[in-house]
């Protein structure tokens, strides 16, 4: 499992990676209260906002970790929001999407530097 | 998410209590308070509607109002020149909403003043603070002394404050809403008010700062009474369809365009015994009776997307031109539903109104509906 600076987790398996928020995330947000997620197709561009997470107080963007493409969405978190609280790193993934170039997943941070950036 | 705190930021009395609970602290208005504690906005909202919330607002402004010439008639008639309410037919024990208005009709502030015999006792919003005192000052020292009270606020609020607060002060019992009482608790001088921001019955709590912790604690010790913070407290406010000053209200709305008309009593109205004499009145009491061009309207978006406060608001899907703006908006978790207020041209503030919000560059459907969203619980006195 990789982490982004803004809190974003994703998992590979071959060119396609599972998205999600970070349990750290999550505590910060509090409890979500609605999910939008990219169309599947919708090409991402690493950094630009690629779903949205709302609380009852505030909107927050969720970011590409990296080029690709949305080839799967989570439609269970649109249903239910709160299955991104209660399990971030499970069934509360957010999307999948293709990665343009696969090798760049391995210069994401790994679960101890995100560890230390979290403090 | 970055986080930044600064060394200038006041702390409230609670402070301790706020950070031994697990609060996340904001800065808001120039003091680092509580947004939220450990079980987070949603759960402190529907334990104030189902049982007792306890919100520290002890960074909001209090002040006691008196008159040199110690006939309370004086103190209201003098705060009557800045806000358009009858604050002289105000009985003694008993509190009412008012508004401080400038020249052009608009909202400079909305407070509470409350008639405690010898004393106008008056709490206004954060933010305003200093403005509010030096517009008093300025306005009043002819024929008043105000004094800047630097005292905790304790809101306690919801279907167990009742229970919550007697055990420690029998007398809170026998209050009813928009009472206001000077009561020991615990020994310390408290003024009461059976009043709130969140459409709740309840109560506020002014307290003498070192006595603040003991008495929230001691509120605290009833399994019934939980801390809720700021988010909440405005969550609540929204449902309650209550102005937050600064979004819903600001120097460029008049009364009547945020439909607080109601606020305003007849005998300050055109043809009452104090009709006008408060700033702005040339503005604001002809527009009670023409109506204004614009009025705030509560909206339920269509869908799950909470619709948040600077979204345009159009006619129809395809509009090139907004008529209206969104002041207020999120999610309302007791009516488990996006909600929002805003305002709106008079003719389209019916409700049953289709209306659309821009979020993310999207329309959004959404329909006028009539204000509060979740009905008001207020313990009100008989109607004779």
Known sequence: ?119 | MTYTTTHTLKRTPLYDLHVTHGARMVPFAGYDMPVQYAPGILKEHLHTRASAGLCDVSHMGQFALRAKSGRLADAALALERLVPIDVLGLDPGRQRYALFTNAEGGILDDLMVANLGDHLFIVVNAACKEADEAHLRAALSDVCDLERLDRALIALQGPQAEAALARLAAPCRDMRFMDAREIAILGADCVVTRSGYTGEDGYEISVPRDRAHDIATALLEDPAVALIGLGARDSLRLEAGMCLYGADLDPTTTPVDADLSWAIQAVRRRGGARAGGFPGCDVILPQIESGSLRVRAGFLPDGRAPVRAGSLVYDSEDATSAIGIVTSGGFGPSVDRPIAMGTVPVSMAMPGTALFADVRGRRMAMTVTALPFVAPKYKRRDRR
């Open chain 1, 1 to 119: 499992m990789k982490f982004t600076d803004e809190h974003e987790w994703l998992v590979r398996d071959g060119d396609v990676a599972t998205v999600g928020i970070t349990e750290h995330a999550t505590v910060q947000l509090g409890d979500l209260v609605f999910v939008e997620l990219p169309k599947v197709g919708t090409a991402l561009q690493k950094s630009n906002p690629a779903a949205v997470v709302e609380s009852v107080k505030a909107a927050s963007d969720v970011f590409a970790p990296l080029d690709g493409e949305v080839v799967e969405i989570n439609d269970a978190v649109v249903a239910d929001p709160s299955l991104v609280n209660s399990d971030p790193l499970g069934k509360g993934w957010l999307y999948k999407m293709k990665l343009k170039s696969p090798a760049d997943f391995d210069s994401l941070m790994d679960a101890d530097a995100y560890k230390l950036l979290i403090g």
